[in-house]
């Protein structure tokens, strides 16, 4: 429940990022964006079903690269460019919580 909060809120800092006048007055959304991934990202209960974590890593990958080619749609294009770029980077902090708690797996013994 929590994670689809913070996938939410993801989206709507991602949005709210790519309005000009919000994006001068709160110049750290990409923070944000960061946080929120990394939060949700530990919070994650599907960070142990490795077909989930690939999934993030893939779309963690894929998203910024797809979203380049909306630029060329003449006056949507550059919004939902940036917006999904936002999305991709909350993603991104969500991918590398995955790979840092799996690191503390395999680091650290099972008590």
Same mark, same amino acid.
């Given at each position: 429940?929590?994670?689809?909060? *913070? *996938?939410? *809120?993801?989206?709507?800092?991602?949005? *709210? %990022?790519? &309005? /000009?006048?919000?994006?001068?007055?709160? /110049?750290?959304?990409?923070?944000?964006?960061?946080? @929120?991934? !990394?939060?949700?990202?530990?919070?994650? +209960?599907?960070?142990?079903?490795? $077909?989930?974590?690939?999934?993030?890593?893939?779309?963690?990958?894929?998203?910024?690269?797809? +979203?380049?080619? @909306?630029?060329?749609?003449?006056?949507? %294009?550059?919004?939902? $460019?940036?917006? !999904?770029? %936002?999305?991709?980077? %909350?993603?991104?902090?969500?991918?590398?919580?995955? &790979? @840092?708690?799996? @690191?503390?797996?395999?680091?650290?013994?099972?008590?």
């Amino acid at each position: 429940m929590s994670e689809r909060i *913070l *996938l939410a *809120l993801i989206v709507v800092v991602a949005i *709210l %990022g790519t &309005v /000009p006048a919000i994006a001068e007055a709160a /110049p750290y959304a990409g923070l944000a964006l960061v946080v @929120l991934g !990394l939060v949700a990202g530990f919070i994650g +209960s599907d960070s142990a079903d490795v $077909n989930q974590r690939t999934a993030f890593y893939v779309v963690a990958v894929a998203l910024p690269v797809f +979203s380049d080619s @909306l630029d060329a749609i003449a006056v949507v %294009g550059p919004w939902v $460019n940036s917006v !999904l770029d %936002g999305v991709a980077t %909350g993603i991104q902090g969500m991918a590398v919580a995955f &790979v @840092l708690m799996q @690191l503390k797996v395999r680091i650290m013994p099972a008590a």
